[in-house]
């Protein structure tokens, strides 16, 4: 017994039919459905959809039963987009820079390249040019080493234990660590593991820049099915999570309010307008360091209310700030 021929997908036949129209070659249905290997009735198909949908200027001519392009086309429309799509295409592209140094940055840059490329007989623009309308500056980008970057997205994906050398903030010297990693995640501008700290029996996160010596085993995990980033990184701020459960209360001045309503700050917020055109910011963590520093950054114009444990730690941070300023 033969087994059943596949078919060409339908946009490999198109770009097919694509090649030999535009090659000024006028094509006919039945010999075309011949040499791909489909009916007739598909070839007609997908002449009817590269004419109809895509707007390729293809034209019939009964007198010699044949299909012809009206006038000159130099690339398939792969993509269909909007004027406003096509920005939000190029904002995309200014955003790949945040990958630089990483093997996803290269790839990006080449999927952006092919969907431009579909889409210049749809509308005249040039990348380059067009790039100059939308820029990206963010404060303190994140350093990674390319080789830890490949090790660790290999391990990722192979679900195979790694051993690396990491110094903790703070401390004069490195400690190893065999973990089996779990997720790699891009935040406040900086690259981060999730994986299970073997020897402390615990998920932990390790900042790329501090990781030196990474080396893959041959000892295979398995990552557990309930395991999500979405939900570890659930209850921090960035990515210092933790097991309490804090309900954060800050007041804003009224000199800054606005630029606290702009932003989404953590998918827990709710956000209070007070009789004074100031505000009040609540959210639910699990840890309090992070929260600490950002409150910190706003200055004079920002007060912790609750819980009371934040507010003494502010309020202690204050006073050893004043004494450093005093001298």
């Known amino acids: 017994m033969h087994a059943p021929k596949l078919s060409r997908p339908p946009l490999e036949r198109m770009m097919r039919i694509h090649e030999q129209l535009r ?4 094509i006919n249905g039945t010999k075309l459905a011949s040499t791909l290997e489909v009916s007739r009735k598909t070839i007609m198909r997908d002449i009817a959809f590269m004419r109809d949908r895509l707007d390729l200027p293809i034209e019939f001519e009964p007198q010699s039963n044949a299909y012809r392009y009206t006038h000159p086309v130099n690339s398939f429309p792969t993509v269909q987009v909007t004027e406003g799509e096509l920005m939000a295409l190029l ?11 990483t093997p996803f940055h290269r790839q990006l840059e080449i ?7 579909g889409l210049k007989d749809r509308i005249s623009f040039s990348p380059a040019e067009e790039l100059g309308s939308v820029s990206f500056k963010n404060m303190g980008l994140g350093k990674a080493d390319l080789g830890v970057f490949n090790t660790l997205s290999a391990a990722v994906l192979k679900q195979q234990e790694v051993e690396f050398a990491y110094r903790k903030p703070g401390d004069a010297r490195a400690s190893r660590r065999s973990v089996q990693p779990y997720h790699l995640s891009h935040r406040q501008n900086l690259w981060y593991l999730v994986g299970h700290d073997i020897e402390r029996n615990a998920l932990r ?6 990781i030196t010596d990474v080396r893959m085993t041959k000892e295979k995990f398995s990552r557990p099915e309930d395991f999500s980033p979405e939900q570890f990184f659930s209850n921090a701020l960035g990515v210092l999570g ?11 001045s009224a000199r800054v309010a606005d630029r606290v309503r702009e932003r989404v700050w953590h998918e827990s917020q709710e956000l209070h307008d007070l009789p004074d055109r100031s505000i009040e910011l609540i959210l639910k963590l699990g840890a309090l360091p992070e929260v600490e520093s950002w409150i910190l950054s706003w200055g ?9 444990e934040l507010r003494k730690n502010i309020q202690s ?3 050893r700030l004043a004494a450093k300023y005093r001298k």
């Open 317 to 319: 941070i204050i006073v």
């Open 242 to 252: 933790g097991s309490g459960n804090y309900e954060i209360r800050i007041h804003f």
């Open 300 to 308: 004079v114009d920002a007060e912790v209310i609750s819980p009371s």
């Open 205 to 210: 996160t390790f900042a790329l820049p501090r």
């Open 111 to 117: 999927a952006f390249d092919k969907l431009t490329d």
């Open 23 to 26: 090659s000024r070659a006028k």
């Open 91 to 101: 904002v995309a592209r200014r955003a790949v820079e945040q990958y630089q140094g």
